[in-house]
């Protein structure tokens, strides 16, 4: 055994057993500092030393999170802080609460969210995903307003398992759901600044003014830089010269109108600017036949012969009205979004070819130089909800909602050699029509004290109109259309064995709409298309308070099968995505997660998950990589490209264990509070494809921060450093060209400043 694999192995267990003295097996997700949001603080008196109650609006409803009956996880207060430092983007999250990931091709934008192994690979900018995104009420459908920067935000909320009854469509594998900080009729507010290596610059706030006794506002914001920290070495060279800076500003303005006290309006304005580089694709640092970097590798060194350049605009808005009648509260919502992209970038990830030399680093058979523009985009959504207020044991929700999408997007190439890197003439374009209709309804039924059942049910009608064409000499265009319906619901029940545990039950059906992608490679090429997938779960758990409320844990078992999984293979040798059905998907696992205050100024969170997910379908074959990579699955030979047998697979990146730790440990000095906060997750191997392969296997991965500091009165100074170990290796590559790799980001460190009022 190595030492950097006895070390990793070392603190997973010192982590586990950190815990054991209060039976806590686990969880992140519910913060020792977890509180009731701004908008629902929990009336229930606490004593010294015991836990918040935690409140979210899984179910449209605020609930004590004990008493909802599904595996779901929060995250907010100190934990968000420490996550955030340093400027780290929506990828903070990822290994934070058992079963989620968050991974991304694209750097700072188009996260891709996987929960239980769930997930979508596809690179394309029309991708759907089967984990949604609810910001303030809103989904977000597009990949690249998924991204939008955390700032001023009450709580974020993971729902683990399907979410198609209140959340409907493309929420299969379940929510993240974000909750902006509301306007509230007082002075309040505050700012927060960091420095750090790489020339990193942060700074966010917020400002809330009550304009009358019936009007608020809320002002928020935040901008972000970081100094390039990658160099081009090549002293000739026409493209772009250093990397991986960027200038991220996002703002969000709140008005909050209550003319009475059964009417208030909430209106959102918000926007996003990013100037940076896109994700740098690095040529060969795979050692051939394995997963290990090649030796002497140097993060901060990448020659090429590309240009690198990527930003991003998005500009969106909502309504929420709420009126509260006698015995129903009546909710409208409203959402518009929109966003313009450009990222280009180097995909062959070197320099020069086998037929243009020089060339490297190692072999490079052709340059792939490509940029993905997204110059129209609009996203328009409204819900309507009805949900009963009257005491008794039934309770309601019904409504109704619509969506509507247009999006245009380009694709172009540039010619590496020329000077100045000119674009190609030929160029590939996409439209597409998305619209959706829904009809949904829920209700909650009493039993007795004890025992309380709960049933949803959704229909949905989704049309999609779809149109790819190639511009070369000529113009080639290709339609697709689908048009099709679905009926999800759930079926879940919560017993209470005493006033401190709840055991739950849950069955739940999702839906993923038909995908479409056309980035056509050439005149004779084709766009595919998945059709709808289905998703059937079963989980069961307990949510139980421990030693008095100072201690809180909650489990869950689950299955769930897939039917007609929606997939992303390669294309051999051609940068270009196909879509595929598989006959099924299974999967399987354990999410168990746990906080407790220890005492003596000490408090922890542990968080673990087992998801053992698998392909089922005997007759799916993929193209395996165009480069040379050592397949393990069995191949063949089928017109004129090898083909690899996936049935049998794990789904691609989605490790079988994840672990999240945080030690939390604070003491009073003067008239202040000292505090350490140190945060650690780990995970295991993982297929990046389909097919499996030596090269692109990802191997497993443990990365540690840590944050301390000290507050008095309304200040508060710390100091923090992010991926503490420096550990650095390939958790993504692209395989068409060569052993091009992506590698996680390395060690960060800083000091933040924070003052409020």
């Excluded at 240009?307 to 015995?327: F, M």
């Excluded at 940029?371 to 005491?391: G, I, V, Y």
């Excluded at 309601?396 to 999006?407: H, R, S, T, V």
């Excluded at 990046?688 to 296997?697: D, I, P, Q």
Aim: glycine share 8%; net charge neutral.
């Amino acid at each position: 055994m190595t030492k950097s694999t006895y070390a990793r192995r070392t603190l997973i267990a010192l982590s586990i057993a950190a815990a054991f003295p209060l039976h806590a097996m686990a969880a992140p997700e519910a913060a020792a500092e977890g509180q009731a949001s701004t908008t629902e603080q929990s009336t229930v008196k606490t004593e010294a030393g015991q836990l918040e109650q935690v409140i979210v609006t899984a179910q449209r409803r605020a609930e004590n999170i004990k008493d909802v009956p599904m595996s779901i996880a929060t995250v907010k207060g100190d934990k968000l802080d420490v996550l955030t430092s340093g400027g780290q983007d929506i990828r903070f999250l990822s290994g934070r609460s058992p079963s989620l990931s968050v991974e991304s091709d694209y750097g700072r934008t188009f996260p891709r969210f996987y929960i239980r192994g769930l997930g979508n690979t596809d690179f394309d900018l029309n991708a759907s995903q089967p984990v949604g995104l609810v910001m303030d009420d809103v989904v977000q459908e597009n990949p690249m307003l998924k991204g939008f920067p955390v700032f001023d935000v009450d709580q974020v909320e993971v729902l683990r398992g399907p979410q198609g009854t209140l959340f409907g469509r493309n929420s299969p594998a379940g929510v993240i759901k974000f909750d902006s900080a509301k306007p509230v009729f007082r002075n309040e507010g505050y700012i927060n600044a960091g420095f750090g290596k790489d020339s990193v610059r942060n700074f966010d706030g917020a400002f809330n003014v009550p304009l009358s006794d019936t009007v608020a506002v809320r002002f928020s914001g935040q901008t972000q830089h970081r100094g390039d920290r990658v160099h081009n070495p090549r002293p000739t060279n026409s493209g772009t010269s250093d990397f991986e800076g960027y200038d991220d500003h996002a703002a969000r303005i709140q008005l909050l109108v209550k003319p009475t006290k059964d009417f208030s309006a909430l209106f959102n304005v918000h926007a996003r600017t990013m100037n940076g580089t896109a994700t740098l694709f690095r040529a060969n640092i795979l050692k051939p036949g394995t997963n290990e970097l090649v030796d002497n590798f140097d993060y901060g060194n990448y020659p090429t012969d590309g240009v690198n350049e990527q930003w991003l605009r998005t500009r969106g808005g909502s309504a929420r009205l709420r009126w509260d009648l006698p015995g129903v509260t009546l909710h409208s919502i409203t959402g518009y979004e929109t966003l313009n992209l450009y990222s280009r970038a180097d995909v062959d990830g070197g320099y020069g070819a086998s037929f243009h030399p020089p060339m490297g680093p190692g072999f490079i058979p052709f340059p792939v130089e490509t940029a993905d523009l997204m110059p129209n985009h609009r996203q328009f959504s409204q819900e309507f909800r009805a949900e009963s207020t009257n005491a008794g044991p039934l309770q309601w929700i019904a409504g109704m909602f619509y969506f509507n999408e247009d999006i245009q997007i380009d694709s172009i190439s540039f010619d590496s050699f020329a000077k100045g890197n000119p674009k190609n003439p030929f160029y590939a374009t996409q439209f597409q029509n998305a619209e959706s209709y829904a009809l949904f309804g829920t209700l909650n039924y009493t039993v007795s004290d004890k025992f309380k059942v709960r049933g949803g049910v959704r229909y949905t009608k989704d049309k999609k109109d779809f149109l790819a064409q190639r511009v070369e000499n000529t113009v080639a265009s290709r339609r697709l259309d689908a048009d099709t319906s679905n009926v999800s619901w759930d079926l879940s029940g919560t017993y209470t064995l005493d006033k401190d545990t709840n055991v739950f039950g849950r069955v739940a059906t999702g839906y993923r709409a038909p995908s479409m992608q056309g980035r056509l490679f050439g005149l004779d090429s084709l766009p595919t298309v998945a059709g709808a997938e289905k998703v059937l779960s079963v989980e069961a758990g307990i949510k139980e308070d421990l030693f008095n409320r100072r201690a809180r844990l909650s489990a869950t078992v689950f299955h769930y099968r897939v039917k007609d999984k929606q997939l992303t293979a390669g294309s051999g040798t051609v940068n270009q995505n196909v879509l595929v059905n598989a006959d099924k998907a299974i999967g399987q696992g354990i999410e168990f997660d746990a906080q407790a205050n220890l005492g003596s100024g000490f408090s922890a969170t542990i968080g673990s998950s087992y998801n053992d997910t698998e392909i089922k379908d005997a007759g799916l074959f993929v193209k395996t990589c165009g480069a040379p990579c050592s397949v393990t699955n069995p191949t063949k030979e089928q017109n004129g490209s090898t083909v690899a047998l996936v049935n049998g697979n794990d789904l691609p990146r989605a490790p079988k264990w994840q672990h999240n730790f945080t030690l939390k440990y604070s003491v009073p000095v003067a008239n202040g509070e000292f505090y350490a906060f140190t945060d650690w997750t780990y995970r295991t191997k993982y297929n990046m494809f389909l097919y499996a392969a030596k090269e692109y296997t990802a191997k497993p991965l443990t990365e540690g921060g840590l944050r301390v500091g000290y507050k008095w009165d309304r200040y508060e100074v710390a100091a923090y450093g992010r991926n503490i170990t420096n550990r650095i290796q390939s958790v993504a590559a692209i395989d068409f060209d060569n052993l091009t790799g992506i590698t996680n980001e390395p060690r960060t460190y800083g000091v933040q400043l924070k003052a409020t009022f």
